[in-house]
């Protein structure tokens, strides 16, 4: 049966009104959603408590934790499993014997890798930022934060919650599934565990993604249609021509391209809630890297009843379009052509939106 716009946006609106079960003074929005991701990480370490709250304060409808795990079997909230360069483990000499070089989803890499700890010898290292000639006022912040677990990070959302009076929505993201699984820590089951440990994850807004596809299909397997959870599958433009992790472990061919075409898109909704493709996917770049013209893949996404949420709008000028920047440099902080590039976006139907920076985000959707 055909999806309607309405229907899709009743499902947004959803997301954040689940947490109005939490006795929070939640209404139903038709709003677009602005979700932190990794907080606010144009201003703060990301990944950080210190991200996650200036995302709150900002206005974010969610907050984005990407999760790993430990040697011990802790989820911890980093982006990669290699944590050279988002901390400061080169500093430490007690830890020089444990750089090495593995094989991940493919791609080999070199330096120190989450696995090889305990979560007690993870919590002696400090955040860095991750981008430092681009974010110079993060880099500042060096070694001031420490690393997150997943259950504090649960712990921070339900007090900011009650504090602010408002609900707000978590949307994880199981890292590199796959490959965590073939050394023996898948994360699924422990992800699983938390979901009835913790009260807040009963009734706040929660979205689970995932670049690969079958931990989402196992996830919908085990939870189940639950009023306050959703799927949210992520694909990419750019490794079009890619196949998830675990499609290439089962010998399969499926691509992300392939996953964004009509059929693909009637694939994922068999089992998933959402779409999270990069944003060039919906709008992209023409030969003078300046917005071309919207492919169908967000109306084809709304006929499958998928929403769709893109990655990742971010307000440093580098990042942009080149129909929104300003001649002060890659590194300069554009909040005005970012604004302007995110609501071109949102003319083109997306349903929210991830963004380095949710104040700008609040403003697009706002329209302030």
Request: net charge neutral; aromatic share 8%.
């Amino acid at each position: 049966m055909m999806t309607t716009r309405r229907q899709v946006m009743a499902g947004s609106a959803g997301l954040v009104a689940a947490a109005a079960t939490a006795g929070l003074a939640a209404e139903p929005r038709r709003k677009p959603l602005v979700f932190g991701h990794r907080g606010a990480s144009a201003l703060r370490p990301e990944h950080t408590l210190a991200s996650y709250a200036k995302a709150v304060a900002d206005g974010a409808d969610f907050i984005e934790p990407d999760l790993v795990i430990s040697k011990d079997g802790a989820l911890v909230i980093r982006h990669e499993n290699n944590i050279a360069g988002t901390t400061d483990v080169a500093k430490h000499p007690e830890f020089a014997d444990r750089k090495t070089e593995k094989i991940v989803d493919g791609e080999r890499q070199v330096g120190w890798f989450v696995e090889d700890f305990t979560l007690a010898e993870l919590k002696t290292l400090r955040a860095v930022e991750r981008l430092p000639q681009l974010r110079p006022a993060n880099a500042a912040l060096d070694g001031r934060f420490d690393l997150v677990t997943w259950p504090e990070m649960v712990d921070f959302a339900a007090a900011e919650s009650l504090a602010r009076g408002r609900p707000i929505g978590l949307v994880p993201e199981l890292k590199h599934s796959t490959y965590f699984q073939s050394i023996g820590l898948p994360l699924e089951d422990r992800f699983l565990a938390t979901l009835g440990q913790h009260d807040y994850l009963s009734r706040c807004a929660l979205v689970i993604q995932s670049f690969e596809i079958a931990n989402l299909k196992y996830m919908r397997g085990k939870l189940g249609r639950r009023a306050n959870l959703q799927l949210m599958q992520l694909t990419s433009s750019e490794a079009a021509a890619e196949h998830p992790a675990d499609v290439v472990k089962a010998g399969g061919t499926l691509t992300y391209g392939a996953m964004m075409a009509p059929a693909g898109l009637a694939d994922i909704a068999a089992y998933a809630d959402i779409l999270a493709p990069d944003t060039r996917a919906i709008i992209p770049l023409d030969a003078q890297k300046r917005l071309g013209r919207p492919t169908p893949v967000v109306a084809d996404a709304h006929k499958a009843g998928l929403l769709v949420l893109p990655y990742t709008f971010r307000p440093e000028n580098y990042f942009l379009a080149a129909d929104f920047r300003d001649g002060a440099g890659d590194a300069a902080r554009n909040e005005a052509g970012s604004v302007a590039e995110m609501k071109r976006y949102l003319a083109a139907g997306i349903d929210g939106f991830f963004t380095d920076d949710p104040g700008l985000g609040r403003r697009a959707v706002d329209g302030a």
